[in-house]
């Protein structure tokens, strides 16, 4: 079955680094659009990178800049590279893989990596 597994989250201060990772497993990695999501408490799920399987990209404004996504499909990884953090980039970071033209608006959850921006 599908698995993803983040890992790398952590407590950093603000405007430091962290890379965040996900492995996947049980899937066709390079035939899958990969996304890292955030949840902070009392918010909603919001999308911080995506990376489809040709390797466009795409941010919203808040982490455009800052946030890189990345992916080695030899590895079946994609990875988050995030700079100058700040407080408002805490929260709980997900990934996902979704197969192009599949049911539904998201695919196949990880079980999440907590990112804490504080001093």
């Known amino acids: 079955q599908v698995q993803l597994v983040e890992s790398g989250g952590g407590l950093v201060q603000p405007g430091g680094s962290l890379r965040l990772s996900c492995a996947a497993s049980g899937i066709t990695f390079s035939r899958y659009m990969m996304g890292w999501y955030r949840q902070a408490p009392g918010k909603q799920r919001e999308l911080v990178a995506g990376?489809?399987?040709?390797?466009?990209?795409n941010y919203p404004h808040s982490v455009k800049g800052r946030f890189t996504i990345s992916r080695d499909n030899a590895m079946n990884t994609v990875t988050l590279q995030m700079n100058s953090l700040k407080p408002e980039d805490t929260a709980i970071y997900y990934c996902?893989?979704?197969?192009?033209?599949?049911?539904?608006?998201?695919?196949?959850w990880g079980q999440g990596t907590q990112v804490t921006v504080s001093s």
């Open positions: 996902n893989a979704k197969l192009p033209g599949s049911p539904g608006s998201y695919g196949t």
């Open positions: 990376i489809t399987s040709g390797g466009s990209t």
